[in-house]
């Protein structure tokens, strides 16, 4: 899969907020030109007691969510944790396992946020950026922004707002259990963005491609440095 360079990785803070507010006039939310067959899920583990960390993409078949590809990656990791950018910590090793994927997909489902983000620029939209392809922001936790409630059945949500802007939406995806954060990434609008991801539900808190991510991936760990 062919990805894009935008900018170097070997930044400090100040450069990586810069690059940030650079990016974001370069997102564009338009609907999608075609209907979606294919849909990938993205996910990042870390190993306990060193520097390295792993990367997993799983592109699932809609609407069966039969599994076509999966590949993994791993690297030290080279950006220490700051809120707010995450993506320079897990965007890299992302990249590397998409670089991988011989199956291009229609969309891209991130365990993290779109533009529901303090700069407007999550993981989502930046790697959407660097693949060029439709991406969409499934967060777990929320980082700016105020909603009103949510009803109790799936597919209830409500509008995430940031002062009158509209940034993402608070969605149910399970009964009884806390919702998720979505939010557009990229060459998507946000209704497009919460009908994919219900699509993609099975009866977890998280969607498919983004929960056989988070298997495939915390397995290899596992399984290559016997670590929980």
């Not at 030290?76 to 199956?103: D, H, M, T, W």
């Not at 209830?156 to 940034?167: R, T």
């Not at 983004?210 to 670590?227: E, P, S, T």
Request: glycine share 8%; aromatic share 8%; hydrophobic share 45%.
């Amino acid at each position: 899969m062919k990805i894009r360079q935008l900018h170097r990785w070997d930044l400090g803070y100040r450069e990586a907020l810069k690059v940030q507010e650079t990016l974001k006039e370069r997102l564009i939310f338009t609907r999608l030109r075609r209907k979606v067959g294919l849909v990938a899920g993205a996910d990042v583990s870390y190993a306990k007691n060193n520097n390295r960390l792993y990367g997993a993409v799983v592109i699932i078949a809609l609407p069966s969510l039969s599994l076509v590809e999966y590949k993994i990656a791993q690297d030290k990791v080279r950006f220490p944790y700051i809120p707010g950018l995450l993506s320079f910590r897990e965007a890299p090793i992302l990249l590397k396992a998409f670089k991988k994927i011989n199956v291009i997909p229609d969309v891209v489902l991130f365990d993290g946020q779109g533009t529901a983000h303090p700069r407007g620029l999550g993981l989502a939209s930046h790697m959407g950026l660097f693949l060029d392809i439709p991406a969409i922001g499934c967060a777990k936790t929320l980082l700016i922004g105020e909603s009103g409630p949510v009803g109790k059945e799936v597919g209830s949500f409500a509008y995430l707002k940031n002062k009158d802007e509209v940034i993402g939406a608070v969605l149910r995806t399970k009964s009884g259990i806390k919702p998720v954060i979505i939010s557009p990434g990229h060459r998507i609008t946000l209704d497009e963005s919460i009908n994919i991801v219900l699509q993609c539900v099975r009866g977890y808190r998280l969607p498919e491609p983004i929960r056989q991510a988070h298997l495939l991936v915390n397995k290899f760990r596992i399984d290559n440095l016997g670590m929980s």
